[in-house]
C-alpha cells in the first residue's frame, strides 16, 4: 500500500505540472484523452471485471453528450443541472442494455448491444431535437466559481478532479466484495450463483457502472468540445474504445487507463493516415489478443514470471470443533420429485430425507440422475414435480444464490473454480454472505464496505489455514495439481457456512493418500455439525465413510439404508452387472455431458 502510494505521487505531481509545457493544440489532444480514459475505465469494468460484452459504450458516452447539449441550448437549462440528468439519463440507457444480458451472452450480448449503439447513432443523425447531422454547437461554457473553463489549460484540472475521483472508485469496486462477485461472474456464473452471488443483480450493476462512467465522459466531452454530432459517437470510435481496453488490459483498471491515454495519442499522431491507422489499430489488437490476452497490464507479470524458491506444500487438514449431536431433525428432504428434459426422465418420484449430521452416500451407475439430483436440491433446476425441503421450509423454485444463503452449498463433479481468480479469491467469494442489494453502500459507506472486506480478508486466512491451503493461497487454480484443486472446491464450499453441504464425487482423480485425507476432512465437517450428501463412485470410500446410502438407477431411488445391507441388495447387484463398480472414474472422467 504504502510503495503504491511512493510511485502514485510523482505521478499526480507530474499530472498536475503537465500543461506548463504544453502547447494549446496539444493540451486539448490531452484533454480529449482523459476522456477516453474515463470512458474506458468503465468499459473495462463492465468487460473485462464483469465479464459482459459492450459494444453501447459509446453510445452511453453519446447519450450524456446529447443530454447537456439538448437541455442546455433546448430548454436553458444551467450546464450543471442539465449534467447531473444527463448521466441519469446515461445509467438508465445502462438499464435498458442491461436486460438483454439477463437473457443472453457473450456474442448474442455483443450484437444486441452493438445494435443499440447503431439505434443511438440513428436517431441523433436523424432527430430534430438532436441537430440531426450537423449537431449542436451552442452549448455553454461550464460556469464554476468564476474560474474561465474555455480554457483547456484550466478545463484540464476540472477533468483531472473528475478522473482521479471515478479512478479511485474504480479501484475500489474492482478490489471490493461487489468487484470480486463480478469477476466470479465472469469465470463462471453458475458456480458464482451457487455461492451467493446474484446473477442477474451483478450483470444490471456491470452495465450500470458502464451508463454511470459512459454518462460522465460525455458530460466532460460536452463542456469542453461545447459542441456534439454524430460522428463522434460512431461504431469506429466505439473500435477505438474496444482496442484501448484490450490493449491496455481489460481486467486491469489501470491497463484501461494506460490503453486509453497511449491510444488516444498515436491516433492523435495518425490522424493524416487514419484509414490505415484504423487497420493498424485492428491487427495490433488481433496480436494482443493472441499473444497478449491480458494486454500492456498483463506484460510485466508474463516477463518477470515469479521464480518460487520452494514449491508450496499442502499442509495438513485442521479438524473443526466437534459438536455434540442434537435432535436428529431431518434438514434435507425429496419428496417424490420427478425431473423431466423434454422426452428424457432423469429422475421419477425421488423420495429421501437426510437427517442432521448424517453422511449420506449417493451411489447408481452413470446416468441414473445423481447431478441431477443435486441440481434440483442447489436450485440450477427446478423439478418437474415434488417437493424439496430445508429444515422444514419448501424451497423449490429457489434461485442458487438464495439457496446459498439458506445453507446450501454444493462442488461439481468437473470443478468449476474461478480460474482467473486466486485461491484466496475464489474462498473470499464464498465468505462474502452479503445480498447484492447491499450495493448502495458503495456509495454511501464506503468506509464500511472496506471494514467489511478487511474482516472477510482475516476470515479467509483462518479458512485457508484449516485445509492446508495457506501456500497456495495465491496462486492460480489451474497451475495446482487436481488434487489440491479439488481441496480448494470443499474448502470454498465449506467458507460459505453451509449446514447442508452437497459434494458431487469428490474423490475422483484422487489417488489413496488423497482419498483417505478427503474421508477425514469429511468426517471432521459432519462432526461439526453440518450434513453432507456425497454422490462417490469410490465402493471403498462410500462403505467406510457413509452412514446410509441411497441407490439411484434410471431415475428411481432402488435401495436405501446402510452401506453394508445396500451393498448385498440383489436389485443393487443387478442394476450394476455390466456397469461394473471397479473402474468407473475413469468412465466418468469421459462422460462429458455438462454436470450444472
Ligand atoms: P449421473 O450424475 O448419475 O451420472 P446425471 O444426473 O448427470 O447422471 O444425468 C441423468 C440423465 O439426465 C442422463 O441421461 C443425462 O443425459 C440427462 N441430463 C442431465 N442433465 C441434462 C440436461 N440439462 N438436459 C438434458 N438431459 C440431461
Ligand atoms: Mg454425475
Known amino acids: 500500500m504504502r510503495r503504491r502510494l511512493l510511485l502514485l505521487a510523482p505521478i499526480a505531481v507530474a499530472a498536475w505540472l503537465l500543461p506548463y509545457g504544453l502547447g494549446g493544440y496539444t493540451m486539448h489532444v490531452v484533454d480529449v484523452a482523459v476522456i477516453f ?3 474506458a475505465i468503465g468499459l473495462g469494468l463492465t468487460m473485462g471485471v464483469a465479464g459482459q460484452i459492450n459494444l453501447a459504450q459509446v453510445a452511453f458516452f453519446g447519450i450524456g453528450a446529447y443530454t447537456v447539449a439538448i437541455l442546455t441550448s433546448r430548454t436553458g437549462l ?20 442491461g436486460i438483454p444480458a ?12 452493438l445494435g443499440l449503439a ?3 447513432i440513428n436517431w441523433v443523425t436523424n432527430a430534430g431535437i438532436a441537430g440531426r447531422a450537423e449537431g449542436i454547437s451552442d452549448i455553454p461554457v461550464p460556469p464554476l466559481f468564476g ?3 474555455s480554457s483547456g489549460y484550466l478545463y484540464y484540472y476540472l477533468e483531472l478532479a473528475v478522473f482521479a475521483l471515478v479512478l479511485v472508485f474504480a479501484l475500489f469496486v474492482t478490489r471490493s466484495p461487489l468487484g470480486r462477485r463480478l469477476r466470479a461472474m465472469r469465470d463462471d456464473d453458475l458456480a458464482a450463483g451457487a455461492l451467493g452471488a446474484e446473477i442477474p443483480l451483478l450483470r444490471m450493476t456491470a452495465f450500470v457502472l458502464s451508463g454511470l462512467y459512459g454518462g460522465v465522459a460525455g458530460v466532460l466531452y460536452a463542456g469542453l468540445i461545447r459542441f456534439v454530432a454524430p460522428e463522434t459517437f460512431n461504431i469506429g470510435n466505439m473500435f477505438l474504445l474496444l482496442a484501448m481496453v484490450i490493449i491496455g488490459g481489460r481486467a486491469s483498471i489501470v491497463g484501461c487507463v494506460i490503453g486509453a491515454l497511449g491510444l488516444a495519442f498515436v491516433r492523435e499522431a495518425l490522424l493524416d493516415v487514419s484509414a490505415f491507422a484504423q487497420l493498424g489499430y485492428g491487427i495490433v489488437v488481433v496480436l494482443v489478443v493472441v499473444f497478449f490476452p491480458k494486454g500492456l497490464a498483463g506484460l510485466p507479470a508474463q516477463v518477470f514470471r515469479r521464480k518460487t524458491g520452494e514449491r508450496p ?15 436428529a431433525r431431518s434438514v434435507l428432504e425429496i ?13 421419477q418420484d425421488v423420495s429421501l430425507s437426510v437427517p442432521a449430521r448424517q453422511i449420506r452416500g449417493i451411489v447408481g451407475p452413470n446416468g441414473s440422475g445423481k447431478t441431477t439430483l443435486f441440481n434440483v436440491i442447489s436450485g440450477f433446476y427446478t423439478a418437474t414435480a415434488g417437493r ?24 461439481f463433479q468437473n470443478l468449476r473454480l474461478f480460474e482467473d481468480l486466486t485461491v484466496r479469491d475464489n474462498i473470499l467469494v464464498a465468505l462474502d454472505r452479503t445480498r447484492t442489494s447491499w450495493i448502495w453502500r458503495y456509495l454511501a459507506l464506503p468506509w464500511a464496505v472496506s471494514r467489511y472486506e478487511r474482516s472477510l480478508r482475516g476470515r479467509a486466512d483462518e479458512v485457508l489455514h484449516r485445509f492446508g491451503l495457506t501456500e497456495f493461497a495465491d496462486a492460480i487454480p489451474r497451475s495446482l495439481p487436481y488434487g489440491i484443486q479439488r481441496r480448494v472446491e470443499i474448502a470454498r464450499a465449506m467458507a460459505s457456512l453451509p449446514s447442508l453441504l452437497l459434494l458431487d464425487e469428490p474423490a475422483a482423480g484422487l489417488n489413496g493418500d488423497e482419498v483417505g485425507r478427503l474421508a477425514e476432512i469429511v468426517r471432521s465437517i459432519r462432526d461439526s455439525g453440518v450434513t453432507v450428501v456425497v454422490i462417490e463412485h469410490n465402493m471403498g470410500l462410500v462403505m467406510s465413510l457413509c452412514d446410509h446410502v441411497t441407490v439411484l438407477s434410471g431415475g428411481r431411488v432402488i435401495a436405501d439404508g446402510p452401506p453394508d445391507e445396500v451393498a448385498v441388495d440383489p436389485r443393487v447387484v443387478e442394476a450394476y452387472l455390466g456397469d461394473s463398480m471397479a473402474a468407473p472414474t475413469e468412465r466418468e472422467a469421459e462422460h462429458e455431458h455438462a454436470d450444472r
Open 388 to 411: 424439496v425441503r430445508l429444515d422444514g421450509a419448501s424451497v423449490g423454485g429457489l434461485a442458487p444464490y438464495r439457496l446459498s444463503l439458506k445453507g446450501v452449498a454444493r462442488t
Open 118 to 120: 447503431l439505434g443511438f
Open 335 to 347: 419428496d417424490q420429485v420427478t425431473k423431466r428434459f423434454k422426452g428424457l426422465v432423469a429422475l
Open 313 to 327: 506444500r499442502l499442509s495438513p487438514f485442521v479438524p473443526y470443533d466437534e459438536v455434540p449431536p442434537a435432535d
Open 147 to 149: 474560474i474561465d473553463l
Open 37 to 39: 480514459a474515463v470512458l
Open 78 to 97: 444551467g450546464f450543471w443541472p442539465a449534467a447531473v440528468l444527463a448521466i441519469l439519463a446515461s445509467i438508465a440507457a445502462g438499464l435498458l442494455v
Open 102 to 113: 439477463l437473457r443472453m451472452q457473450s456474442h448474442y450480448l455483443g450484437i444486441v448491444t
